[in-house]
């Protein structure tokens, strides 16, 4: 299984960005996927879930303002982030779901390199 992130870049505050996250030796179709994101000192944290069955879940931090999605024919999952904050810069990373807790990246394997997205102000 290998994830690759990608489309993080310095913006400033108010733009919009989208990440995407490639898979491949999975099918996107049939796992259930998380976007999770880790600023300097800070613990990892939840952002936005999307599914097997296509039902999302999103951080209230981020809801009303990102959108997770996914391509099956692409096999490409997305991240769409409005109205991007400073306090959204960290590190993004994709992740499959293999445990239970929707919240706890420990319940999530198969992790990409992460791609850095940084808000100014």
């Known amino acids: 299984v290998r994830l690759v992130e990608s489309g993080g870049e310095l913006v400033q505050a108010g733009d919009s960005l989208r990440l995407s996250c490639a898979a491949s030796?999975?099918?996107?179709?049939?796992?259930?996927m998380g976007w999770f994101r880790q600023a300097p000192g800070k613990e990892r944290e939840f952002v936005a879930g999307?599914?097997?069955?296509?039902?999302?879940t999103y951080a209230d931090s981020v809801k009303g303002r990102f959108t997770i999605s996914r391509d099956n024919d692409k096999n490409t999952m997305y991240l769409q982030m409005n109205s991007l904050k400073p306090e959204d810069t960290a590190i993004y990373y994709c992740?499959?779901?293999?445990?239970?807790?929707?919240?706890?990246?420990?319940?999530?394997?198969?992790w990409g390199q992460g791609t850095q997205v940084t808000v100014s102000s």
């Open positions: 030796g999975l099918a996107l179709s049939r796992n259930s």
């Open positions: 999307i599914w097997w069955s296509g039902g999302t």
């Open positions: 992740a499959r779901k293999s445990g239970t807790d929707t919240y706890n990246s420990r319940d999530y394997d198969d």
